[in-house]
C-alpha cells in the first residue's frame, strides 16, 4: 500500500468529473483504504451529506 496522501480528518474537494456526481462543499477525510490497484481509496463525508463516499486520491485535491 501507498502512503495516504490526505490524513483523517483533513478537508478535501472533489474533482468535478462525470464519473462522480456530488454536491459541491466541504469534505472530510474518514479513512484511507487500499485498493486492489496500488492506490489509496478514500472514505469522504460531505458536510451537508448523511452518507460516506468512497473515492480514489486521484480525484481529490486538498481544500
Do not use: C, W
Amino acid at each position: 500500500m501507498t502512503t495516504p496522501l490526505f490524513a483523517v480528518g483533513q478537508s478535501v474537494s472533489v474533482a468535478v468529473s462525470k464519473l462522480y456526481r456530488h454536491p459541491e462543499g466541504a469534505y472530510r477525510v474518514i479513512g484511507a483504504m487500499p485498493n486492489s490497484g496500488g492506490s489509496t481509496l478514500y472514505r469522504i463525508k460531505g458536510d451537508l451529506e448523511k452518507f460516506e463516499r468512497v473515492i480514489a486520491e486521484i480525484h481529490l485535491t486538498e481544500a
